[in-house]
């Protein structure tokens, strides 16, 4: 298998990845998000925990394995991201540390300062990893300001601060309204009475919010120069940054999709999952697909839109990196390939096979019952 065809294979298996983690864990942010609203006491927001209480574990393996898969085949995206975005991603493990702590303690007591205080932090982490997520994603449409030196260590010229621009918060605002949508939507199909009727009414107002955010987004993108490789490019050479020509092209993010018309279904299909969602919200089933759908297709857009760019740089345009020359050597990418093709169909098949045993609707009676619950 040539290099350049193994770097595509992990270009998408990265996608696979990340569609998978904001898919599963994507509900369990959402759900917890509205925890307050679809939940008014105490037993109505025990009953929206146990949604997800067997399975949100299960859920965030979906990041570690993208982490994983970063590391192992894109080091430098690895290094630039993970040491750029630092204080961005101590806020992620921070939120996703402290949901297990906030599930399994707010039990312990039965006082209700003490569940409600637990039930806010839930919330909290519910809202602070989507908007982060999107918030990234937006800076990648900006760019972000690093480099490389001669030795090849990067040098970032990141704060916190600069990378709230007004584009990546909308489009941390994109992700939010979509991750709520999706938790409304897992919850009214997990649940019944009150709690099921209000998470109805959300998948409608989040459903709404995200159709209207995505396409300003769109819209407000055209306003952007986008990235384009200038210098002849080889698919098979090692991999180094600094090699290439980078020139700002005006609406170059939407190159691929005039080149391709093709990748035009990805934003349709995300549009049509939303609506879908907002159309049969009534139905148990098909809004929760529905915003999976959205989900989905809303990475695919992103990721077709940056392709091949997997981290522009505003401030050395030509130190951007690119899945030609981010990668790792063509033996780790064989190595780690032979790995997923073993390991990724046991971890679906234990995936499908908890939600096969875990199916069903978590009703008030069994929450009442059931004293193992949280």
Request: net charge positive; aromatic share 14%; no cysteine.
């Amino acid at each position: 298998m040539s290099y350049e065809i193994l770097r595509l294979i992990w270009w998408a298996l990265l996608g696979i990845l990340l569609i998978g983690f904001a898919v599963t864990d994507g509900f369990d942010f959402g759900s917890m998000a509205l925890l307050r609203y679809t939940g008014r006491t105490d037993l109505e927001r025990r009953q929206v925990i146990n949604t997800i209480g067997p399975v949100w574990e299960g859920n965030q393996v979906w990041f570690v394995l993208g982490g994983g898969s970063i590391f192992a085949a894109w080091p430098l995206l690895y290094a630039a991201s993970f040491s750029g975005f630092y204080l961005a991603m101590f806020a992620i493990l921070g939120s996703l540390i402290l949901r297990p702590v906030a599930i399994v303690y707010r039990s312990k007591l039965a006082d209700t300062r003490w569940r409600n205080w637990w039930d806010w932090v839930l919330v909290v982490t519910g809202i602070v990893p989507p908007v982060i997520f999107g918030v990234a994603f937006g800076n990648l449409f900006k760019g972000v300001p690093f480099t490389f030196g001669v030795d090849m260590r990067f040098a970032p010229d990141i704060t916190l601060f600069s990378l709230l621009g007004g584009f990546p918060l909308l489009v941390g605002l994109v992700s939010l309204s979509m991750m709520l949508m999706h938790g409304a939507a897992w919850t009214a199909m997990k649940t019944d009475g009150v709690v099921h009727d209000r998470a109805h009414g959300a998948i409608r107002i989040f459903a709404g919010v995200f159709i209207l955010l995505f396409v300003a987004a769109g819209i407000w993108l055209l306003s952007f120069d986008g990235y384009v490789i200038a210098s002849a490019t080889s698919h098979d050479a090692p991999s180094n940054p600094m090699l290439k020509t980078v020139i700002m092209q005006p609406r170059g993010w939407y190159a691929n999709f005039a080149s391709h018309p093709a990748f035009w279904l990805a934003p349709i299909f995300a549009l049509l999952g939303a609506l879908s969602a907002f159309a049969f919200r009534r139905a148990r089933v098909v809004p929760f697909l529905g915003s999976g759908l959205a989900i989905a297709m809303t990475t695919l857009t992103a990721g077709l839109a940056l392709f091949p760019f997997l981290l522009p740089s505003s401030s050395h345009p030509n130190a951007s990196l690119t899945i030609w020359d981010a990668s790792s050597s063509k033996l780790t990418l064989e190595v780690m390939l032979g790995v997923v093709v073993v390991l990724l169909p046991v971890v679906l098949a234990y995936t499908t096979f908890v939600y096969r045993v875990m199916r069903g609707i978590v009703r008030t009676d069994d929450v009442t019952r059931d004293h193992a619950s949280y």
